[in-house]
């Protein structure tokens, strides 16, 4: 078992070398330069100069690249070139904003979908079955802007409902300890705070959550169909185990196997989605310091957070890959 | 028939019928009828497609809901399996009646220890929990053969070779001390110096319990050293059937006899060809129009393309056939 | 981000072992009786005619400003008789601009497929094909690759390339590239160790002939599936990405994920410029979605419930 980690493990080192690698070019690679974003493009020749020579730009591509990888090692990620703040800093304080949506989105996919796809397999040919999948080839289709978009436009534009764009209310002085609102309300003992965080989140999550769902929905019932049609299901069945015995030990277990695996796939839709719905309901989170990052050619923004993001992605599936290997024994032995 | 002392099993008239969606309804059983008493092995022999399979799954109450009719009367030591209930049923499978099915390879479920996959049913039927189902589960495993039981408890299916599993899949089926066992086609999927083993197991063991035991196989080999009742089936009916001597003796259904003709023997001359029985298990008149087997027979007159013949009883011999083989010779030895 | 949902939903793809006449027969015949690929194929004819006849079905030009004069600050008249959808912020006839939209969408969603299939599969076949250090090396490029999410992928690409409708397509592909690689080549070592692979080798096939003449074809039905639902994704994808800004400039030639974009800002006022796009984008790509669907389940021998 810890062989197989470690061997996981060891497969991570070359693929976060290379993706910093490609990063790191990348960046160099976009049309422009951080100096003509900031200072525009009338700016003189000198200040350019100066400006390269201050952020080490002028120096060769590969003692950049090592000067780089020296200070990511140390976590030292830069410092922003439009606002000159650490991107680390600046990264820490949007983050949170984009997990709990993505934690939100993520628990509406998981504790609809799930449930959903297995009664729809359960009841295989039935109009539940058939509205599921059909709901959940719509839902794979619909853009998450558009989503994002339709549900503001009704229910807090023309319902009034729900907010429609932000995570507080301004008006609520709340404190942030922990910058996840909804938590800071519990911690500091304001649950106005916190419902008012909630109801913020609810319409953005909804919109992110409905790719993953979808899948989710698609795959459970799949797998859950498979699954029932399996011989030991049909030994369990002989035995007179009791149903709910069957469902438990026999049926979820082996069908949450592939739903398990594109949950770490479902990260990576989660991250990209926040993109589009941060945008759309103005959500002070990483997708929007990222899209301002490209447009401003902030280098060491644009180079950190995707760095960040990627990492973080390749590391749940790391995790998702090694709890496979916990619940099925027979990967193991790879 | 044997009926002096009330049957375990008795199989009347069972019916069961496939619908698909834009296909012809398909009786794939089509009035069986059986009996087995207690502690006797009764086989059922026939191709694949001949519904032996289906019959056997019918009497579980395995086969699933929709597209599936199931008529006929089922009556297991007095009670009707067909009437049951769902509930009624879980507590009759596993305990009273159980069951091995044919791939042992995929009948385990991959992800979980064949221990608890054994002390589940202790559980279940006996009320057993915890050390105790433990031991009596390690008991179970080096009783059908399978050493070192209590470390086998904790391994996976897949540390399994075939025959062990099988092996497993037996003693779970005989923890509760069933009392019938239906294998169907326990030995199929397996090597043949394997088969012999598993079959010499199952032999001793329902012996030595007095378990019931329907041996469901293709393989007219197999049943020939275990059972003393043949049924022979043929699309979806019995055709023939006897205890063992006289219908390996003496098979009166020509489809019986092609089976056993077919076989290859030992002490047969080396250039005489292969007999097998002409056609293909598709090469079927419905039954409702003659007899099924017509197309292939090689005994066939102009009733069996016209009348459909009926299951007739003489003593302890069943023959559905117009025109059946003549008694074999006692002394002449076997049928060929 | 849809690149992978695509690839989610295709992962469950079987590799089946017959090949040859037989397999596509009968994934024609299951295919015609699907009500879904029915619907898909509806769908996706619609909107190939509407793309190929869009100048005939038009009653204006895509940037005509036959309505300026109606419009005024805060109001954006709706639809009437002259223009059924409605005009936007610039006085352009809505239907019209729709209707030529798909004709960009068309050249972007199969123009991105088209070149991530090509290089994806040169990619899966390289490393399928030649195998060895050739097979690790495109396999750790494709790891990496997957290691950003299918939308952060694309945009980075896309501010890359610039602003150009080849740009756009471009930065779709690219993400496409390792998804397409690792079907091709998963499907490929499948199929090498199949017994019929086996058996041409045994009578002294060659190597190459058999990679190209046996493997390859039946490695493709995944592949194609895959094609198809990533069309899907592309259109979607490019909205999404003109959405952010990041697609084509040109003013000239509208875009449904532009369309949108523009539309934000007047939501209060004609709330249904913004919503007839993403219906378009919404058809459109369920049409790919429901067949490329239908085809995997056509295609897929186990699926005969």
Same mark, same amino acid.
């Given at each position: 078992?810890?062989?197989?980690?470690?061997?996981?493990?060891?497969?991570?080192?070359?693929?976060?070398?290379?993706?910093?690698?490609?990063?790191?070019?990348?960046?160099?690679?976009?049309?422009?330069?951080?100096?003509?974003?900031?200072?525009?493009?009338?700016?003189?020749?000198?200040?350019?100069?100066?400006?390269?020579?201050?952020? #080490?730009?002028?120096?060769?591509?590969?003692?950049?690249?090592?000067?780089?990888?020296?200070?990511?090692?140390?976590?030292?990620?830069? &410092?922003?070139?439009?606002?000159?703040?650490?991107?680390?800093?600046?990264?820490?304080?949007?983050?949170?904003?984009?997990?709990?949506?993505?934690?939100?989105?993520?628990?509406?996919?998981?504790?609809?979908?799930?449930?959903?796809?297995?009664?729809?397999?359960?009841?295989?040919?039935?109009?539940?079955?058939?509205?599921?999948?059909?709901?959940?080839?719509?839902?794979?289709?619909?853009?998450?802007?558009?989503?994002?978009?339709?549900?503001?436009?009704?229910?807090?534009?023309?319902?009034?409902?729900?907010?429609?764009?932000?995570?507080?209310?301004?008006?609520?002085?709340?404190?942030?300890?922990?910058?996840?609102?909804?938590?800071?309300?519990?911690?500091?003992?304001?649950?106005?705070?916190?419902?008012?965080?909630?109801?913020?989140?609810?319409?953005?999550?909804?919109?992110?959550?409905?790719?993953?769902?979808?899948?989710?929905?698609?795959?459970?019932?799949?797998?859950?169909?498979?699954?029932?049609?399996?011989?030991?299901?049909?030994? &369990?069945?002989?035995? #007179?185990?009791?149903?709910?015995?069957?469902?438990?030990?026999?049926?979820?277990?082996?069908?949450?196997?592939?739903?398990?695996?594109?949950?770490?796939?479902?990260?990576?839709?989660?991250?990209?989605?926040?993109?589009?719905?941060?945008?759309?309901?103005?959500?002070?989170?990483?997708?929007?310091?990222?899209?301002? &990052?490209?447009? #401003?050619?902030?280098?060491?923004?644009?180079?950190?957070?995707?760095?960040?993001?990627?990492?973080?992605?390749?590391?749940?599936?790391?995790?998702?890959?090694?709890?496979?290997?916990?619940?099925?024994?027979?990967?193991?032995?790879? | /028939?044997?009926?002096?002392?009330?049957?375990?099993?008795?199989?009347?008239?069972?019916?069961?019928?496939?619908?698909?969606?834009?296909?012809?309804?398909?009786?794939?059983?089509?009035?069986?009828?059986?009996?087995?008493?207690?502690?006797?092995?009764?086989?059922?022999?026939?191709?694949?497609?001949?519904?032996?399979?289906?019959?056997?799954?019918?009497? /579980?109450?395995?086969?699933?809901?929709?597209?599936?009719?199931?008529?006929?009367?089922?009556?297991?030591?007095?009670?009707?399996?067909?009437? /049951?209930?769902?509930?009624?049923?879980?507590?009759?499978?596993?305990?009273?009646?159980?069951?091995?099915?044919?791939?042992? /390879?995929?009948?385990?479920?991959?992800?979980?220890?064949?221990?608890?996959?054994?002390?589940?049913?202790?559980?279940?039927?006996?009320?057993?929990?915890?050390?105790?189902?433990?031991?009596?589960?390690?008991?179970?495993?080096?009783?059908?053969?399978? $050493?070192?039981?209590?470390?086998?408890?904790?391994?996976?299916?897949?540390?399994?070779?075939?025959?062990?599993?099988?092996?497993?899949?037996?003693?779970?089926?005989?923890?509760?001390?069933?009392?019938?066992?239906?294998?169907?086609?326990?030995?199929?999927?397996?090597?043949?110096?394997?088969?012999?083993?598993?079959?010499?197991?199952?032999?001793?063991?329902?012996?030595?319990?007095?378990?019931?035991?329907?041996?469901?196989?293709?393989?007219?080999?197999?049943?020939?050293?275990?059972?003393?009742?043949?049924?022979?089936?043929?699309?979806?009916?019995?055709?023939?059937?006897?205890?063992?001597? $006289?219908?390996?003796?003496?098979?009166?259904?020509?489809?019986?006899?092609?089976?056993?003709?077919?076989?290859?023997?030992?002490?047969?001359?080396?250039? *005489?060809?292969?007999?097998?029985?002409?056609?293909?298990?598709?090469?079927?008149?419905?039954?409702?129009?003659?007899?099924?087997?017509?197309?292939?027979?090689?005994?066939?007159?102009?009733?069996?393309?016209?009348?459909?013949?009926?299951? *007739?009883?003489?003593?302890?011999?069943?023959?559905?056939?117009?025109?059946?083989?003549?008694?074999?010779?006692?002394?002449?030895?076997?049928?060929? | 981000?849809?690149?992978?949902?695509?690839?989610?939903?295709?992962?469950?793809?079987?590799?089946?072992?017959?090949?040859?006449?037989?397999?596509?027969?009968?994934?024609? =015949?299951?295919?015609?009786?699907?009500?879904?690929?029915?619907?898909?194929? +509806? @769908?996706?004819?619609?909107?190939?005619?509407?793309?190929?006849?869009?100048?005939?079905?038009?009653?204006?030009?895509?940037?005509?400003?036959?309505?300026?004069?109606?419009?005024?600050?805060?109001?954006?008249?709706?639809?009437?008789?002259?223009?059924?959808?409605?005009?936007?912020?610039?006085?352009?006839?809505?239907? %019209?601009?729709?209707?030529?939209?798909?004709?960009?969408?068309?050249?972007?969603?199969?123009?991105?497929? +088209?070149?991530?299939?090509?290089?994806?599969?040169?990619?899966?076949?390289?490393?399928?094909?030649?195998?060895?250090?050739?097979?690790?090396?495109?396999?750790? @490029?494709?790891?990496?690759? @997957?290691?950003?999410?299918?939308?952060?992928?694309?945009?980075?690409?896309?501010?890359?390339?610039?602003?150009?409708?080849?740009?756009?397509?471009?930065?779709?592909?690219?993400?496409?590239?390792?998804?397409?690689?690792?079907?091709? =080549?998963? %499907?490929?070592?499948?199929?090498?160790?199949?017994?019929?692979?086996?058996?041409?080798?045994?009578?002294?096939?060659? !190597?190459? =002939?058999?990679?190209?003449?046996?493997?390859?074809?039946?490695?493709?039905?995944?592949? +194609?599936? !895959?094609?198809?639902? @990533?069309?899907?994704?592309?259109?979607?994808?490019?909205?999404?990405? %003109?959405?952010?800004?990041?697609?084509?400039?040109?003013?000239?030639?509208?875009?449904?994920?532009?369309?949108?974009?523009? %539309?934000?800002?007047?939501?209060?006022?004609?709330?249904?410029?913004?919503?007839?796009?993403?219906?378009?984008?919404?058809?459109?790509?369920?049409?790919?979605?429901?067949?490329?669907?239908?085809?995997?389940?056509?295609?897929?021998?186990?699926?005969?419930?």
């Amino acid at each position: 078992m810890a062989r197989f980690v470690f061997r996981r493990l060891a497969l991570l080192i070359p693929i976060l070398f290379g993706l910093s690698l490609l990063l790191f070019l990348w960046v160099r690679a976009l049309p422009g330069g951080p100096a003509i974003a900031l200072l525009g493009e009338r700016a003189t020749p000198e200040a350019i100069e100066r400006f390269n020579r201050l952020y #080490g730009l002028d120096r060769s591509l590969w003692e950049q690249y090592a000067s780089y990888m020296g200070r990511v090692v140390r976590l030292d990620l830069g &410092a922003s070139t439009r606002t000159n703040r650490p991107v680390l800093t600046e990264f820490w304080e949007r983050f949170p904003a984009t997990i709990e949506l993505a934690l939100a989105a993520l628990l509406i996919a998981v504790a609809v979908g799930i449930p959903l796809g297995y009664f729809a397999a359960r009841r295989f040919g039935t109009w539940l079955d058939n509205s599921s999948v059909v709901a959940s080839l719509i839902g794979v289709t619909i853009p998450v802007f558009f989503l994002g978009f339709l549900l503001k436009y009704v229910f807090a534009v023309r319902l009034g409902w729900l907010p429609s764009q932000g995570r507080q209310d301004a008006r609520l002085a709340v404190e942030h300890p922990t910058n996840f609102y909804v938590l800071d309300g519990i911690v500091t003992g304001n649950l106005n705070a916190t419902w008012d965080a909630i109801a913020h989140l609810i319409l953005p999550a909804i919109a992110l959550a409905s790719i993953p769902l979808a899948i989710i929905v698609r795959i459970t019932r799949a797998s859950v169909l498979d699954v029932l049609n399996e011989d030991y299901v049909r030994t &369990a069945e002989a035995k #007179g185990l009791t149903k709910r015995v069957i469902s438990r030990r026999h049926v979820l277990r082996n069908a949450m196997l592939p739903v398990s695996t594109t949950i770490g796939l479902q990260t990576g839709l989660l991250l990209s989605g926040a993109i589009l719905t941060e945008t759309v309901f103005a959500l002070p989170g990483i997708g929007t310091y990222l899209v301002r &990052a490209i447009d #401003g050619r902030d280098y060491s923004a644009i180079q950190g957070v995707i760095l960040i993001i990627a990492v973080i992605y390749v590391i749940v599936n790391l995790l998702v890959d090694i709890s496979y290997g916990i619940i099925d024994p027979r990967v193991r032995v790879r | /028939m044997n009926t002096t002392p009330e049957p375990l099993l008795d199989v009347r008239d069972l019916r069961v019928t496939f619908s698909r969606r834009g296909r012809r309804d398909v009786a794939a059983v089509d009035g069986v009828s059986l009996t087995v008493g207690a502690g006797q092995t009764v086989g059922v022999v026939g191709e694949s497609g001949s519904g032996k399979s289906v019959t056997s799954l019918a009497i /579980m109450g395995l086969l699933p809901r929709r597209g599936v009719r199931v008529e006929g009367q089922v009556s297991f030591d007095g009670r009707s399996l067909l009437t /049951m209930t769902d509930d009624q049923l879980r507590q009759v499978r596993g305990r009273d009646i159980a069951m091995v099915f044919q791939d042992p /390879m995929t009948s385990l479920n991959p992800v979980i220890p064949v221990g608890v996959q054994v002390t589940e049913v202790l559980e279940r039927h006996r009320g057993m929990s915890g050390r105790e189902a433990r031991d009596e589960a390690a008991r179970l495993l080096e009783r059908v053969g399978i $050493p070192d039981g209590r470390q086998r408890l904790k391994e996976y299916p897949h540390q399994l070779s075939g025959g062990m599993r099988q092996r497993a899949l037996i003693a779970i089926a005989l923890a509760c001390q069933p009392r019938l066992l239906i294998a169907d086609e326990p030995t199929t999927a397996l090597d043949v110096t394997i088969q012999a083993q598993i079959l010499e197991l199952l032999k001793e063991l329902v012996a030595a319990s007095g378990t019931a035991l329907i041996l469901i196989t293709h393989d007219l080999g197999v049943v020939a050293g275990l059972c003393d009742t043949v049924n022979v089936m043929y699309s979806g009916r019995i055709v023939e059937s006897a205890p063992r001597h $006289p219908l390996f003796g003496s098979p009166r259904h020509p489809y019986t006899g092609g089976l056993l003709g077919s076989v290859p023997r030992l002490d047969a001359p080396r250039a *005489e060809p292969l007999r097998p029985i002409p056609g293909s298990p598709n090469d079927t008149l419905p039954w409702p129009n003659g007899c099924a087997f017509a197309p292939r027979c090689a005994n066939r007159i102009d009733t069996c393309t016209e009348v459909t013949p009926d299951l *007739e009883w003489t003593g302890e011999r069943g023959l559905r056939c117009h025109n059946p083989l003549a008694p074999a010779e006692l002394s002449a030895g076997a049928a060929r | 981000m849809s690149i992978q949902a695509a690839e989610i939903l295709a992962e469950t793809t079987h590799v089946d072992e017959e090949h040859g006449g037989s397999v596509r027969v009968e994934a024609w =015949r299951r295919l015609r009786r699907n009500p879904a690929a029915i619907a898909g194929a +509806l @769908l996706v004819l619609l909107f190939l005619l509407v793309a190929a006849f869009a100048p005939l079905l038009a009653p204006y030009g895509p940037t005509d400003q036959v309505a300026l004069d109606q419009i005024r600050p805060g109001s954006i008249p709706g639809p009437s008789s002259e223009h059924v959808l409605g005009v936007d912020n610039l006085g352009r006839d809505e239907l %019209s601009r729709l209707l030529y939209g798909a004709r960009q969408s068309l050249i972007i969603g199969v123009g991105s497929t +088209l070149i991530g299939f090509f290089f994806g599969c040169l990619l899966g076949l390289a490393a399928g094909g030649l195998g060895g250090w050739v097979d690790g090396l495109a396999m750790r @490029l494709v790891d990496i690759m @997957l290691s950003i999410p299918g939308l952060l992928f694309a945009i980075a690409v896309a501010a890359l390339v610039g602003k150009t409708r080849l740009g756009l397509m471009i930065a779709i592909a690219v993400p496409a590239i390792p998804i397409f690689a690792r079907l091709l =080549r998963g %499907s490929m070592l499948a199929h090498r160790e199949a017994d019929y692979v086996m058996a041409a080798k045994s009578v002294g096939v060659r !190597q190459s =002939r058999i990679v190209f003449s046996h493997i390859v074809p039946n490695s493709l039905s995944p592949v +194609l599936v !895959q094609g198809t639902l @990533l069309l899907a994704t592309a259109i979607i994808d490019a909205a999404a990405l %003109s959405f952010l800004g990041l697609g084509t400039d040109d003013p000239g030639v509208p875009e449904w994920g532009r369309m949108l974009a523009d %539309s934000q800002s007047y939501l209060a006022a004609a709330a249904h410029l913004a919503f007839l796009p993403c219906i378009a984008i919404v058809i459109s790509a369920l049409g790919f979605t429901l067949l490329g669907e239908s085809l995997r389940e056509a295609l897929d021998p186990r699926f005969r419930r």
